[in-house]
């Protein structure tokens, strides 16, 4: 009889404006946990879903169906990782079903409880086999440094506290930051517990996964990442949820991963973007490692050069303890900052007619270079721009190369003579003459690195010159061949985007160069500062790792503005000084930490139906926002206002209180579900979908359907990181 069957919620990949309740209920033949996999039926289909805790209200509405089936093999995913998931859902604004079903390898939800089962029996007995062969021996462990005994020791005696909490590790490229990494992780180990350690972008950092690999070698280490095949992502998350792997590696999403003895949480350049997610649920990987550690009673160690703004702050409130590597290993000395100041420049060198190509370099890092060269040692010189020019220009009618679909000019890209709109991703050839006036002189304005590049190959005949950025990275294996060249010291001069300021060891490099810093400096985004700092030290951390040379070691910027505190705290890198002056603005201007802020997004065919729709959700928060303390703001358009056509505008709102703020937007969110209902779009064009629409989709964002005029996106981000 039906209604003597026990009945289950099941959480399904729904978002929460489909008109669903977040969660359904099913019939079982048996009582099931909560966090085992199963399949249901869903509408006409069989879908994935997991088996959740009921909630309070959560009744079974008339008829229920039975689950299909249930996935046996795989182990309850626990209480720690529901709890995740709920808060996670919870705190980013999603529905449960959409994070915890879109946080799982895709494959796991593919797959049918005997392909699983399959895949699960196959792991076990491969990882049987595992370190009996025992190939290479584990590198052996150098003998700490002063300053990394002590933040050892302090690791210790937190994993071994009953409330480990979070620590930062604040110590410059080359201080030893990744030596105390692998000693946490080897502690947990050794306690026969996980570690898992995060890193911005994996393929970025070979040398760190290397290092883990080695230290670790016999111990069974996996990686999770976006960059995996859907069987090995499948495979390296069945190995953490069976506990069989001992350490996993990877990024942002891997803080999802459930690891049933999780002892240590490491994340490494906590300061770094590639933590948010900037779709679908606008998570920050972090955040929640930090939440998570603080769930599981494990400890979180956050590591960084130049740690983001809200950890500095929350280490000098105490609530982070604070550990510091202040010297470079091997007394390699910092390199030295050296200004170049353009406005002192003659105009001639300078470039200032478009005519004429601009010289790349100021001639002191001309000859800087030279010297670098003649005595055999590398440089890196660091421009934030690719393809050849930001711009064609005519010199005749003074036509400029836009992109027809988006706010912002076509870039020139010279080795294959397009015109490649970077937003939307319409690439054409470059007209032969000039689309306004038929002037054949169209000529590039401006300089990205495949210009750069030219221009020092002009200047420097003999030396040997590579560049990286995503367009010369772009074939598989270019990245690994360039950097392999670099390490070989097979080059003399690397130029490249911010893709070579990071992460990379490279050991010979004694000479940096950033070509237009300043470009970032006068931006509205208020933490566009704290990202060029941290850049240009990373940068900076490039130069002089070996000490042998690091005594000459430097890093030149070319500005025109080099008494602007931001250089000034780089020169004495400081980044304690350049902290508290960015606090202090901070607090007085009311923004994060001091403050905590969710931006409402809406895309549309129109500004002007963008904007209605913004007006008519901030109508609907002002009585919520009153009583709970928390600012709208009026909606402005987006720093670059139209892509593929869709017009971007944003809202802001703001609270000095991060409960209320949550409270508040539980309240209104589904109130503006109501309201984009109301409009009659096709619901499955709703959430998350804002900004995506140009960037996942390129050109075929740009052919616009008539579907597709009436349609607006929203989405929420909670605690955006660029506004
Ligand atoms: P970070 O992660 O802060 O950039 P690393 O841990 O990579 O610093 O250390 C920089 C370099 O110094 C690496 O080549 C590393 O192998 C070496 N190193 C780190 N700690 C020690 C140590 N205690 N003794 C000798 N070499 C070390
Ligand atoms: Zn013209
Ligand atoms: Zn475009």
């Known amino acids: 009889m039906a209604d003597a069957d026990p009945t289950v919620r099941v959480l399904v990949d729904a978002p929460r404006h489909a008109g669903l309740t977040p969660s359904l209920t099913y019939r079982s033949q048996c009582p099931l946990d909560a966090g085992l996999l199963v399949r249901v039926p869903f509408g006409r289909r069989e879908v994935a879903g997991l088996t959740w805790s009921t909630a309070a209200g959560d009744e079974a509405p008339g008829e229920l169906r039975a689950i299909a089936e249930v996935c046996e093999a795989l182990p309850s995913l626990g209480p720690d990782w529901c709890a995740l998931v709920d808060f996670a859902a919870s705190y980013y604004q999603r529905s449960v079903g959409e994070i915890a079903l879109a946080v799982l390898p895709p494959e796991l939800r593919r797959l049918g409880r005997d392909a699983v089962a399959d895949r699960i029996r196959r792991l076990h007995r491969a990882s049987s086999t595992l370190g009996k062969d025992a190939a290479t021996p584990p590198d052996a462990e150098p003998a700490l440094t002063r300053d990394q005994a002590d933040a050892t020791a302090a690791i210790a005696a937190a994993m071994a506290s009953e409330v480990p909490g979070t620590t930062l590790l604040h110590g410059v490229t080359g201080s030893g930051k990744t030596e105390v990494y ?22 970025l950092t070979p040398q760190l996964i290397d290092r883990f690999t080695r230290r670790f070698a016999g111990r069974r280490i996996v990686a999770l990442h976006s960059g995996l095949t859907p069987a090995q992502r499948l495979r390296s998350w069945l190995a953490a949820q069976l506990g069989l792997a001992d350490l996993v590696l990877g990024t942002r999403l891997a803080v999802f991963a459930p690891l049933p003895r999780l002892g240590v949480v490491i994340v490494d350049e906590e300061h770094d973007a590639s933590y948010k997610q900037q779709e679908g649920a606008r998570y920050s990987a972090r955040d929640l490692a930090v939440w998570r550690g603080r769930r599981e ?10 740690p983001s703004l809200e950890t500095w702050q929350r280490a000098e409130l105490g609530r982070y303890r604070r550990l510091a590597l202040p010297e470079r290993i ?12 353009m406005g002192r420049l003659p105009k001639a060198t300078i470039g200032l007619r ?13 000859a800087a270079l030279h010297e670098r060269i003649a005595r055999g040692e590398q440089s890196l010189v660091f421009l934030n721009r690719r393809g050849y020019a930001p711009v064609l220009q005519c010199g005749e009618c003074g036509w400029l190369s836009g992109c027809p679909h988006c706010s912002a000019w076509r870039v020139f890209h010279k080795q294959d003579r397009t015109l490649r709109c970077h937003h939307c991703g319409l690439a054409e050839a470059v007209p032969r003459a000039c689309p306004d006036c038929g002037n054949p002189d169209i000529a590039p304005v401006g300089r990205g690195t495949e210009r750069l590049e030219e221009q020092l190959t002009a200047l420097f005949p003999q030396a040997r010159i590579a560049r990286i950025d995503a367009d010369s990275t772009r074939r598989k294996g270019a990245l690994e061949a360039t950097l392999g060249a670099v390490h070989a010291g097979e080059v003399d001069i690397l130029v490249g985007t911010q893709m070579v300021a990071k992460g990379h060891d490279f050991r010979r490099i004694s000479l940096v160069a950033a070509v237009n810093p300043d470009a970032s400096l006068f931006s509205s985004d208020f933490r566009a500062p704290e990202r060029l700092f941290a850049l240009l030290m990373q940068a900076a951390g490039r130069a002089g790792r070996d000490a042998a040379s690091g005594s000459a070691s430097e890093m030149w910027l070319q500005t025109w503005h080099p008494t602007h505190p931001l250089y000034q705290a780089l020169g004495r890198h400081d ?15 009311g923004l994060p930490p001091f403050s905590h802020l969710a931006v409402l997004r ?28 928390v600012m709208i703001y009026a909606p402005v358009p987006l720093d670059i206002a139209r892509v593929a056509d869709v017009e971007r505008m944003q809202m802001l709102v703001e609270s000095a209180s991060r409960q209320q703020l949550q409270a508040m937007l539980r309240a209104w969110l589904p109130q503006i579900d109501a309201l984009h209902l109301a409009r009659g779009d096709a619901p499955d064009a709703a959430r998350g979908g804002a900004a995506e629409a140009g960037r996942g989709n390129r050109t075929e964002a740009a052919r616009s359907s008539s579907a597709q005029r009436r349609v607006l996106r929203w989405a929420i981000d909670v605690d955006p990181l660029t506004i």
């Open 182 to 203: 692998l000693r946490a992780a080897g502690l947990a180990l050794a306690a026969g517990r996980q570690a898992l350690v995060l890193v911005p972008e994996i393929n």
């Open 297 to 306: 009673g494990v400890l979180v160690v956050l590591g960084s050069a130049t």
């Open 330 to 341: 091997g007394g390699a000395a910092w390199p030295a900052i050296r200004l170049v100041d």
């Open 354 to 366: 478009a005519s004429a190509p601009p010289p790349a370099l100021a001639p002191q890092i001309v």
């Open 575 to 589: 980044y304690a000084a350049f902290a508290a002056s960015q606090l202090k603005e901070r607090e007085s201007a």
């Open 602 to 629: 809406a895309d549309a065919r129109t500004v002007e139906a963008a904007r209605a729709f913004l007006d008519a959700a901030a109508a609907l928060a002002r009585p919520l926002a009153e009583s709970a303390g």
